[in-house]
């Protein structure tokens, strides 16, 4: 896959708000079979998103296309599952290491997930600028 690929799902302009506009978007049959759904979020029937700044006129209950580079994708993957599963792998092995026992050290390796997904929690507002949707009219 390229760069600048793409990822697209239809939906509907549910709110408008003075610097956002929610859009509520509808689950293709495709997602299903897409490897990537449960990273997205989209597994459900339906998902509202807020677009911030989005480009345009937009009204309530158009239909809309809700466009995001792939590579968000792999990032949203990484900081949510790769990153812990090393946190908690090289944690678990510092305790077994520093003569810790395995339970212990297993305890002490699920705390260390904590402060990592504070730290995620509290950079919320930079993470969510990194991951920019846009709208294109149907």
């Not at 807020?50 to 239909?63: F, Y």
């Not at 599952?81 to 390796?109: A, Q």
Request: glycine fraction near 8%.
């Amino acid at each position: 896959m390229g760069k600048n690929s793409l990822i697209e799902h239809k939906g509907v302009v549910t709110e408008i708000s003075d610097n956002s506009v929610y859009v509520e978007l509808t689950v293709m049959s495709a997602c299903a079979s897409c490897h990537a759904k449960s990273i997205c979020g989209l597994d459900s029937t339906h998902k509202t998103i807020e677009i911030s700044n989005p480009q345009g006129v937009w009204q309530i209950g158009e239909n809309v296309n809700v466009i995001m580079r792939e590579s968000l994708g792999t990032k949203a993957l990484v900081l949510g599952y790769i990153l812990p599963f090393f946190v908690l792998i090289i944690s678990l092995m510092i305790f077994i290491l520093s003569g810790l026992n395995e339970g212990l050290s297993g305890i002490l390796s699920l705390g260390m997930l904590f402060p990592y997904y504070l730290a995620l929690y509290l950079g919320k507002n930079k993470i969510k600028r990194d991951f920019k949707f846009n709208l294109e009219k149907i």
